[in-house]
Every structure is written in C-alpha cells, then in structure tokens.
C-alpha cells in the first residue's frame, strides 16, 4: 500500500513542530550544533538529521536521517571535511543511499578517514546529500549540505 504524500508530510511537518517543542534552543532535537543547508529542494525529500550532531575525531561513523514523501531513484551522500568554515574541503567518493521507497530511512556513513584528514585538529565534517526523484524529470533533484563541528575530545561546544 502506497502512503500519499500529504500524509507523509504532514507527518514529517508534525514531528518536527512536537521536536521542536519539546527540543528548546541548543538540543539534539533540533540538529544544534550541526547545521543542515537546502542548496535545491526539488525532490521529493526532506533532511530529518544527522546523529551524532557533533563528532570527536576519534568517531568512525554518522547516521543520515531523512524521509522520501514519493520514491526517489537515487540518493547519494559526499562526505568531506574541512579545517575551518568555508575553507577547502577534502571529499570522499560518494556513499550510495537510495534508491528508496516512500517512508523514513536511516544510511550510515563511514568517516573515519575523513577525520584523521584533519591531523589532529578541530574542524567540520560535511555531507552533501544529493537525491533524485525521477532521473527523467530536471526539476525532481534535491542539494542539501549538513555540516557537524569536530572537536578533540573532551571539549565542548558552546552555543
């Protein structure tokens, strides 16, 4: 049985308003203190997060969290990192993660060495999440960046 659409975004639009809710400012509920940016959003996607919402540098893997309102004939994760904001990114191949039926799906990105790129020292780990809907169609194609802060460990973020 095929789930329609408005149902599974109403759904998604109420768990995030209840998530937000009960979440407050700065809570993994809401994503803090990893950042997720739409570049496009023409595919029947959505971004739920990222977990953990912040890595240490001895981390080896985060988990993708999102939901596909129809079905989407690919979804392609490129992982990178960077020592600063806006600085160069060193990028891994990408990680395949669709394609994917309707419903909510969770892939899992290796990212150990990514983060042994940074030497040592505090900087970003990103995933530009690229998903398609139909491949035939241009406008069915989504471009999101989520980006987490890596930190030594033991330190802490502020915010």
Known sequence: MRIPKRVLA?????ACSVAT???GAGSALD????QTRYVSNDAPFVVFGVTPTQLDLHSE??????VATDRLEQVN?????????GGPARM?????????????WDCTVAVADLLVELE??????GLRIEAHGDLHERGEHSTVIVTV????????VSG
């Open 10 to 14: 109403g759904a998604l639009a109420l």
């Open 21 to 23: 809710a009960l979440a």
């Open 31 to 34: 994503g803090h203190p990893s």
């Open 61 to 66: 893997t985060i988990r993708l969290s999102f």
């Open 77 to 85: 994760v490129f992982p990178f990192v960077r020592a600063t904001p």
């Open 92 to 104: 891994k191949a990408l990680v395949p993660c669709g394609p994917r039926e309707a419903g909510s």
């Open 120 to 125: 040592g020292a505090e900087g970003q780990l």
């Open 149 to 156: 802060p890596v930190r030594r460990p033991g330190a802490h």
